[in-house]
């Protein structure tokens, strides 16, 4: 079964500095999609950045980018020029390309922002 | 925009009371899901609609039920509910295979059990 962990619980960053959340994954297919999504509080889940496993550059969103190591089964996402509306819990989720089309989530990680 | 609206945003119920939490989409799409979201579980999957009538199991089906008898609406059923069901339940949908695989949410449930 596919899993993804997300080791940092929480994180927090001075607004207009670079922070990093990390995530890792494990499946054995060798095509699918990552993504990241962002719950700012109280507030509906949207999708930050996605990628699929068969492309080699590194997806980007303005302020939001991706480092996918596929090799190490690896996805994390770096937030450039952080402001406070970056401030959610964000959450990496997995998913295959063939089959079951549900999604599986990390534990998410909790970014504070500091002004 | 999609679209997708649950009835509750804050529910409390008593031990033992059956529980309907509802999830209308507006976009057409054949996927629908509900998921549970904990502190330091993140989302887990509870169950999912690919179409009408039809339902598969999650991760966490346990406790629970659910209810597809029109496209656009999937209903999720505690039929006795308990203290530990006490959670914020998300509803979601994406178009299909044909799809990117984005989920668009709604704003979730946070169900209190007594």
């Known amino acids: 079964a596919q899993t993804v962990t997300q080791s940092q619980p929480e994180m927090s960053v001075q607004e207009a500095e670079t922070v990093t959340l990390s995530c890792t994954y494990d499946?054995?297919?060798?095509?699918?999609?990552l993504f990241w999504y962002k719950q700012p509080p109280s507030r509906q889940m949207i999708l930050v950045i996605r990628?699929?496993?068969?492309?080699?550059q590194n997806a980007t969103e303005n302020r939001f980018s991706v480092n996918f190591q596929k090799a190490a089964k690896s996805f994390s996402l770096k937030i450039s020029d952080s402001q406070l509306g970056d401030a959610a819990m964000y959450f990496c989720?997995?998913?295959?390309?063939?089959?079951?089309?549900?999604?599986?989530f990390g534990q998410g990680t909790r970014l504070t922002i500091n002004p | 925009d999609v679209k997708v609206t649950q009835s509750s945003r804050y529910l409390v119920k008593r031990t033992g009371e059956k529980v309907f939490l509802e999830c209308v989409q507006d976009?057409?799409?054949?996927?629908m899901f509900w998921y549970r979201q904990d502190p330091g579980l993140g989302l887990r999957l509870i169950y999912f609609?690919?179409?009408?009538?039809?339902?598969e199991k999650g991760d966490i089906p346990e406790g629970y039920s659910v209810s597809r008898e029109k496209k656009e609406r999937f209903s999720l059923i505690l039929e006795s509910a308990s203290t530990n069901q006490t959670s914020m339940y998300l509803c979601?949908?994406?178009?299909?295979?044909?799809?990117?695989?984005?989920?668009?949410f709604g704003e979730g449930s946070r169900l209190t059990v007594l």
């Open positions: 989720a997995y998913r295959k390309i063939q089959g079951a089309q549900k999604l599986v």
């Open positions: 499946t054995s297919e060798s095509d699918y999609y």
């Open positions: 990628q699929e496993a068969y492309k080699q």
């Open positions: 976009m057409d799409h054949e996927n």
């Open positions: 609609s690919y179409d009408v009538k039809m339902k």
């Open positions: 979601a949908t994406f178009q299909g295979a044909s799809g990117t695989g984005e989920l668009f």
